[in-house]
């Protein structure tokens, strides 16, 4: 049974950082391409960094470019969202998928089998 669990959301000032943190069990990290969406209120479930399969590469949606980087520990199957100099556009619920589509950019959420529960970031003015 795949579980991807996020963590790290909460509350955050303009300007401040967070670090979010995706832990996958049933699944070898390393075959996966591993994305983290974003859904904002009455918006639809965007796609903000990706991690290509096998981690040889990276994606950021312009919102988020040189603001944030995912990373991966394939040995601890898990993936990380650091997010700087946060906006109070960036307030959404964060999702972490998986993705067995191999090389490029995987936008589609239908692409992605599995998951997490979402965690919530909210950024205050």
């Known amino acids: 049974q795949v579980q991807l669990v996020e963590s790290g959301g909460g509350l955050v000032q303009a300007g401040g950082s967070l670090s979010l943190s995706c832990a996958a069990s049933g699944l070898t990290l390393s075959r996966y391409a591993m994305g983290w969406f974003r859904q904002a209120l009455g918006k639809e479930r965007e796609l903000v960094a990706l991690?290509?399969?096998?981690?040889?590469?990276?994606y950021y949606a312009e919102p988020v470019k040189g603001r944030f980087t995912i990373s991966r520990d394939n040995a601890k199957n898990t993936v990380y969202l650091q997010m700087n100099t946060l906006q109070p556009e960036d307030t959404a619920v964060y999702y972490c998928?998986?993705?067995?589509?191999?090389?490029?950019?995987?936008?589609?959420?239908?692409?992605?089998?599995?998951w997490g529960q979402g965690t919530q970031v909210t950024v205050s003015s």
């Open positions: 991690s290509t399969w096998g981690g040889g590469s990276t």
């Open positions: 998928a998986a993705t067995g589509r191999r090389g490029g950019v995987v936008l589609g959420l239908n692409e992605y089998a599995y």
